[in-house]
């Protein structure tokens, strides 16, 4: 997905918000603010939206010194996650249908995103649970998901943000694990899941988990490593969580499944959909879950 | 009053809002914004937020070649305050204090402001009508008003927007008329009045009007014409409409009230008064309607 002239002042409120969040020195945050205007000014607008996050957030790093400014909310929302987890699983596993409740949930966790919010607290995640719950969903493409689950030989699950990553999990169980391999980011960059929070999710122990090579918020294929790339290739099924994987890979011709929360308005109008809905969606397919957002 | 980090993301918005305000020509959007960003990138924030609008909104003309975008709406304003008019004078006339009522309903008038709002409708100004006839207004500040008028020899009104102009009228009829001149802005910017407007609101047939000779929406004083400034000077009580003039005169020595509605957290703070507020400020003086905007 390109970026769109509305994503502009989004990304300057961002860095902003996001350089606040990192540090109180009020002359580094006028400092990215001033670089970020510079380089929007410049930016090819063919470039999806997490080529900027990618850049904004490297700015603060590298401007703060600190490596990875969202360690701690990250391992919060690991904990809280990990927290729910038997819960949510036992209205997984009592559900009518397993596979859907667990796709509902796992899109539930997609709110624990700081990208797109200032702040994300654990009952804005209670009620994104619940809402989740009893959401509309598109039936044809989880469907399609299921079958494509049940038929593929390897499967690349890419996660998108430490805590969400706990709630991953609940679908990643109900898939073969020997074909699963989850794809977590190669650094840093917002709260997006990196290896040690796989590891905090557990997953590590149940399937095989690679990192992407870069610390992008999303999947930016040119710069990956060849190793994932390959994996990429290989895949018969991806399943991609997330705005950012959605908005660098909604263009990439695959077998990919696109789950996400919708959370914003330029997302939603790519995808087709409601801010706020649930999204399913099977590569460039239009979205089929239309109308209001919830039943 | 300076500019804040948080007016940048603003600017950027409104911008982008202004711009397909004015046309639907994409090309035209992406250049004004990536001019903006530019200069927003290099900005002394040390300059009032009125000076970038100047320029935001002089490139707009200038890349649309559309010398007054809000023209139509300027007239629809007039046009509806002027329908309004008689059924508020009365309202004024009936109020056991006339000369505070015409203050409320002269600020409710600052809602028809094109340049915080994407779009202003007339509920939203009726429903402004309604709240500033009940708000919490400082009272020692229009008592000092009052006094002040009463008192003066030469009352400059510096007019923020059109239709709102014609709210003022209603203040301005409590005036001694002899005493008063009401400033327009010397060219079209955002629904700023201009001398068309004053015309229109009937109030160049009741006092004296001039214009600041420039087309900024505030009054950034070293850019107004030589004539406006020696009126500046000469007046003993200077009356000071809306955010622009209140961000371009707040650190300005004069004896001068500001009458404004606060539409934005960086002016709310600045004020030292909430987001909706009515604010009757005697110069630099600590406003004292803090706490909440309605009784």
Request: aromatic share 6%.
């Amino acid at each position: 997905m390109q970026s769109y002239l509305d994503c502009i002042p989004c990304f300057v409120r961002q860095t902003l918000q996001a350089a606040r969040f990192v540090t109180d020195d009020v002359g580094i945050h006028e400092r990215v603010l001033r670089d970020v205007l510079r380089r929007a000014a410049e930016m090819d607008l063919g470039a999806s939206p997490p080529v900027m996050g990618r850049y904004i957030h490297e700015l603060i790093r590298r401007f703060t010194g600190n490596d990875d400014p969202y360690r701690t909310v990250k391992e919060h929302f690991n904990g809280y996650a990990l927290k729910l987890l038997p819960g949510l699983r036992v209205k997984v596993e009592n559900s009518p249908d397993p596979l859907e409740a667990a796709v509902r949930l796992a899109i539930a966790g997609n709110v624990i995103d700081f990208g797109t919010a200032s702040e994300v607290n654990e009952s804005y995640v209670s009620e994104a649970i619940e809402q989740a719950l009893s959401a509309t969903l598109p039936g044809a493409a989880v469907g399609q998901l299921r079958k494509a689950i049940e038929q593929a030989d390897e499967i690349l699950y890419l996660a998108d943000n430490a805590g969400e990553i706990v709630f991953d999990r609940l679908l990643i169980e109900r898939m073969p694990l020997e074909k699963v391999t989850v794809v977590v980011k190669g650094g840093p960059v917002i709260n997006d899941a990196t290896m040690t929070d796989a590891e905090a999710a557990g997953l590590c122990e149940l399937v095989r988990v690679v990192d992407n090579g870069t610390a992008a918020p999303g999947t930016i294929l040119e710069i990956c490593s060849g190793d994932f790339r390959e994996r990429f290739q290989a895949a018969d099924l991806i399943i991609s969580k997330g705005q950012g994987n959605y908005e660098t890979l909604s263009d990439v011709t695959a077998e990919i499944f696109f789950l996400l929360k919708a959370k914003c308005p330029v997302i939603a109008r790519d995808v087709g959909c409601q801010v706020g809905d649930l999204v399913v969606r099977r590569g460039q397919d239009t979205c089929t879950n239309r109308g209001p957002a919830q039943k």
